[in-house]
């Protein structure tokens, strides 16, 4: 199990940007097993949407692509480089984030081409689909 600071140690994102709490299950260059516990003080929270506050399905897309970089960065040969979006596709939202709720994050690195990597993406709340993605990486 990584924690922050070994996250850290992985991917450039810092506080509070980082979002992805802890990474509970790891393949290195294959997939990665996450969580991000959501915070009523997450401060996107206080506009999206006042009196309803839902974590915003880019935020959902980008603690996937986190979970994903730490997958694919943990490859040796990629030690010490950083994971850019190269596209994101079929992403589907289906149920909502909201304050309270734990977040499991899973990325499966499905295609690999030298520094360009595609991951199959999947965010639950207690086992219910909230959001699914095909995310394109380039490492550079």
């Not at 980008?62 to 010490?80: N, P, W, Y």
């Not at 596709?89 to 990597?117: M, T, W």
Request: a neutral charge; charged letters at 25%.
């Amino acid at each position: 199990m990584l924690g922050v600071k070994e996250i850290e140690q992985i991917i450039p994102h810092r506080h509070p940007f980082l979002l992805v709490d802890r990474i509970e299950e790891l393949e290195p260059g294959k997939r990665a097993v996450g969580y991000k516990s959501v915070s009523f003080d997450e401060p996107y929270f206080a506009g999206h949407f006042p009196g309803e506050p839902v974590m915003p399905g880019v935020l959902i897309v980008e603690a996937l692509a986190q979970t994903g970089a730490v997958a694919i960065l943990s490859d040796e040969k990629f030690k010490g480089k950083t994971a850019y979006f190269g596209a994101i596709n079929s992403a589907r939202f289906k149920n909502k984030v909201v304050p309270g709720d734990r977040l499991r994050l899973e990325c499966e690195i499905i295609k690999q081409k030298g520094p360009v990597g595609v991951g199959s993406a999947c965010a639950y709340v207690d086992d219910k689909l909230c959001c699914r993605a095909e995310l394109t990486f380039m490492v550079g």
